[in-house]
């Protein structure tokens, strides 16, 4: 346990409400980060799950949490940057609940960490495939079906897109074009009644940036905890977004309660950019 913990868990008066009560959410990129946190709390907040990821194993062991909260979930194993199996996805979500309520694009592949005139072209095609083509493909293809149930798409994007590091110039080109593609959607599908937003977490407090904050405290020669520190004192709270956090945001997106909004980028970062 890292001594930042008291400081890094939500506030203790969350209780969740049924906002998402038996809405249909499909979920892409699970992992055990955000995907997860996604999933648990769209369950908790009543709705039914497609799950979407590569690996099987990793979504039934998922689907036996959401079967235990008392919601379905549905074991989609799918690449998402193969256009017969996204077409197959979409069948298989219908097929299974027969409607669907929102699509949230959340998988993410991870490009190289070199200034943007060393990446090689065919990485960055490799990652936006991921990053922009699938979450653009995905959500034409789930169209006519969030037409039907006034739907949603939510686009898990990053507020990388605000500060300007050379390391992170493959990650910001991908962001970018997804704020881009969210923009472009929400223009052309609103009028079908389909609502398409954007949530931009900063550092997420989670596994992958509990690891990287562990190399950089190790490269530093300094603790972890001093890496927490430093990360979280740009933000007016003073410490850093965790995944239910980031999550539950996100979901609301999806809920009744942001049924005028579309075309937004709602930022979740305990207040570390102010836009």
């Not at 077409?87 to 490009?111: K, Q, T």
């Not at 900063?202 to 520190?229: C, M, P, T």
């Amino acid at each position: 346990m890292y001594a930042t913990q008291h400081l890094t868990d939500p506030p203790d008066t969350y209780r969740p409400v049924p906002l998402l009560l038996d809405k249909v959410i499909v979920v892409s990129g699970i992992g055990p980060g955000l995907g997860h946190s996604l999933t648990i709390e769209a369950a908790l907040m009543g709705a039914d799950l497609v799950l979407v990821s590569r690996t099987e194993t990793k979504l039934r062991k998922l689907a036996d949490e959401v079967a235990a909260l008392g919601r379905r979930a549905l074991v989609a194993t799918t690449d998402i940057t193969d256009e017969q199996q996204r077409r197959a996805l979409v069948e298989r979500s219908l097929d299974e609940f027969g409607r669907v309520d929102c699509l949230i694009n959340n998988a993410f592949a991870i490009p190289p960490m070199n200034p943007i005139t060393q990446i090689e072209l065919d990485a960055l095609r490799a990652a936006n495939e991921t990053n922009v083509f699938a979450p653009l493909r995905l959500s034409a293809l789930f169209a006519d079906a969030l037409e039907r149930s006034r739907g949603s798409i939510v686009m898990l994007n990053s507020c990388v897109s605000y500060s300007s590091q050379p390391e992170y110039s493959g990650y910001k080109l991908s962001k970018g074009a997804l704020a881009h593609l969210a923009s472009s959607l929400a223009t052309e599908l609103g009028p079908r009644g389909i609502r398409v937003n954007s949530v931009a977490p900063s550092y997420v407090y989670e596994g992958i940036n509990k690891a990287y904050f562990d190399w950089l405290a190790d490269q530093a020669g300094v603790d972890h905890a001093e890496i927490y520190r430093r990360k979280a004192a740009p933000t007016d709270l003073r410490r850093l977004a965790g995944p239910e956090e980031v999550a539950r945001a996100a979901l609301f997106l999806a809920s009744d309660l942001a049924t005028a909004v579309t075309g937004q980028m709602l930022t979740v970062d305990c207040g570390e950019f102010h836009r």
